[in-house]
């Protein structure tokens, strides 16, 4: 079978939030399961850019795939493929930047789903970007949001975020004035930003609160600071041996003794029922979120799909 390309307006078109939660989380039930297996990104580097690579084998949809992705002051491209397993043969070559946003947030969308209180309705925010836009698509597609509170250094950008996500979302989107807005009595906060540094002191959350840390993946980068570690109950990874080499949230709780790997949890566990993403509704909880390549193999798979079933996308001559 002929090899399928997708454009960005076509992954609009053919997925929505709701679906990709879906596909998300299966694609951590099957890891769980022994069918899936994630090959950690490594990046390489020349004068004014990086190109990161990152693959993933799919076996319970007949997939395997890579992401790679370029990084430079001109901005971000992505790009996803998966190849049949039978054959070799590529079956899908796709633009891969809102595929990115789609599965980082769905991807968040998951761990409220297991980590949040059920009735979770507050929601603090930090980032006015991309990701942020779908952090917030998520977390109303699996929980009754009533406002979101929104943090960014920029107050007029921060307003027009507000005012474009409360339409989008159905729901109240207020921008604050200050972290400390954003961070205190919140059933769930975000942060996905660029950030080197933490954007909000731990000492201001309130009990029971799910904090998600999605905007950094180097080890050197750190949205969220030791003592939301040393406050939360239970700590969730998207994947052990991408985090140990990716997330700089921790790097000094570590060296501190504050927390230790043997008392983290995978998010493949809490998705298969054998570890629990929360112990008591009193309990902070945190999920750290690097992004990994069987997240944007399960999504190539969905697309193609519905690619095939629709008639959409154009025939590459391999």
């Not at 993946?217 to 994947?239: H, M, P, W, Y």
Request: contains cysteine; hydrophobic residues 40%; aromatic residues 6%.
């Amino acid at each position: 079978m002929s090899c399928l390309f997708l454009t960005e307006q076509d992954v609009a078109e053919l997925i929505d939030m709701p679906r990709s939660i879906e596909v998300v989380e299966e694609a951590f039930r099957q890891l769980a399961a022994g069918q899936v297996q994630n090959v950690p990104r490594s990046r390489a580097a020349a004068s004014g850019i990086l190109l990161h690579s990152m693959s993933a084998s799919a076996q319970y949809l007949g997939l395997v795939g890579w992401k790679n992705y370029t990084t430079t002051r001109a901005g971000m491209l992505f790009h996803v493929a998966a190849y049949r397993i039978e054959t070799g043969e590529m079956q899908v070559f796709i633009e891969a930047n809102l595929l990115g946003q789609l599965r980082t947030g769905a991807a968040t969308g998951v761990a409220v789903k297991w980590m949040a209180r059920p009735e979770s309705s507050t929601v603090g925010l930090f980032g006015t970007g991309l990701q942020a836009r779908t952090q917030l698509e998520a977390v109303c597609a699996v929980r009754s949001i009533s406002r979101i509170e929104v943090y960014g250094r920029d107050g007029d950008r921060r307003r027009r975020f507000a005012d474009e996500m409360s339409e989008r979302c159905g729901t109240e989107v207020v921008p604050v004035d200050s972290p400390r807005d954003a961070a205190s009595g919140k059933d769930i906060v975000i942060t996905a930003t660029t950030s080197k540094t933490p954007v909000f002191d731990g000492a201001d959350l309130a009990e029971g609160t799910l904090v998600c840390a999605v905007g950094g993946n180097f080890l050197q980068k750190t949205e969220v600071d030791a003592e939301t570690l040393r406050r939360s109950g239970t700590i969730v990874c998207d994947s052990f041996a991408q985090c140990r080499i990716e997330a700089g949230e921790f790097v000094q709780p570590l060296e501190d003794g504050i927390i230790g790997w043997d008392s983290m949890i995978e998010l493949k566990d809490v998705v298969a029922g054998s570890a629990a993403g929360r112990r008591s509704a009193d309990e902070i909880t945190f999920f750290k979120s690097v992004g990994l390549a069987l997240e944007d193999v399960a999504m190539a798979g969905e697309l193609l799909s519905r690619a095939r079933e629709t008639g959409r996308g154009q025939t590459l001559p391999f």
